[in-house]
């Protein structure tokens, strides 16, 4: 029987602990804490301050992330996107959307809907991008120890031999280096550990939220290592941090301007 030991202490049957990661509380919650992620090593990466605050309190969703959930899930899980509550509004200052959400507690306006529409149409009239995403499975999890840590990670699209992961952009001509800003890398290193891929099988495609330009981005090897850089040096701040437990609130930055 294989087992995982998460960072609370606890010990689970990978299979039983797979099962259980479809649940979007348990993956997103329980395991937010009790596991590290591409998401929560780049926070350590921030802030070791931000990383402690995020795990114990949570945090405000951005509306980027909301524009880029209702993207996912239009394109992975119409079924989830179609059982969201839209509000008739296209902002969520109103009163109608307020109240809807202390009824309902997740919602989003028409104006989120018809964006996320607007994307998923455009994805799904480009040919090369369909064929990224057919015959694959979606959301698909795992777990796995990676330089002695339990990480989690769920490949948007994993195919027979391929990665692929969905990006939304500000600008397609400038993903290149935004990939690097946000630490995409460190997302490429600890998916192919997790699903046993080389980073020539880990793909990227993204689309331009204002031209609907899709690009389809391949990694290098250089992109792929600096992912792992970035992984060493963010379980070397928990370490320090969470580990040994040096007093956190003595943290500080400093230099020379």
Not at 37 to 56: E, G, R, V
Not at 183 to 211: G, T, V
Request: aromatic share 16%; proline share 2%.
């Amino acid at each position: 029987m294989e087992t995982i030991k998460l960072l609370d202490g606890t010990e689970w049957n990978k299979k039983e602990i797979l099962t259980k990661m479809d649940d979007d509380e348990f993956y997103y919650g329980y395991l937010g804490k009790a596991a590290l992620s591409s998401s929560n090593a780049k926070l350590l990466l921030d802030s070791p301050k931000t990383y402690k605050f995020i795990t114990q309190y949570g945090s405000a969703t951005s509306q980027a992330l909301r524009d880029g959930w209702l993207f996912h899930t239009a394109i992975l899980e119409p079924d989830v996107f179609e059982k969201q509550i839209f509000v008739d509004v296209d902002s969520k200052n109103t009163k109608a959307y307020k109240l809807a959400k202390e009824e309902h507690g997740k919602v989003f306006t028409k104006k989120e809907k018809r964006d996320a529409e607007r994307l998923a149409d455009a994805f799904y009239k480009n040919e090369t991008a369909r064929s990224y995403i057919t015959n694959c499975n979606f959301e698909y999890p795992a777990i796995d120890y990676i330089k002695g840590y339990p990480f989690r990670g769920k490949a948007d699209v994993l195919c027979k031999d391929m990665i692929v992961d969905l990006k939304t952009t500000i600008d397609i001509k400038t993903f290149k280096y935004s990939a690097y800003k946000n630490s995409y890398d460190m997302q490429c290193y600890l998916y192919c550990q997790l699903f046993n891929m080389s980073y020539e099988q880990f793909k990227f495609l993204a689309i331009d939220k204002k031209s609907l330009d899709i690009g389809v981005y391949h990694c290098s090897e250089e992109f792929y290592k600096s992912g792992e850089q970035k992984v060493e040096a963010a379980i070397k701040t928990y370490e320090t941090f969470f580990v040994d437990g040096l007093d956190i609130d003595g943290y500080f930055l400093e230099g020379t301007l």
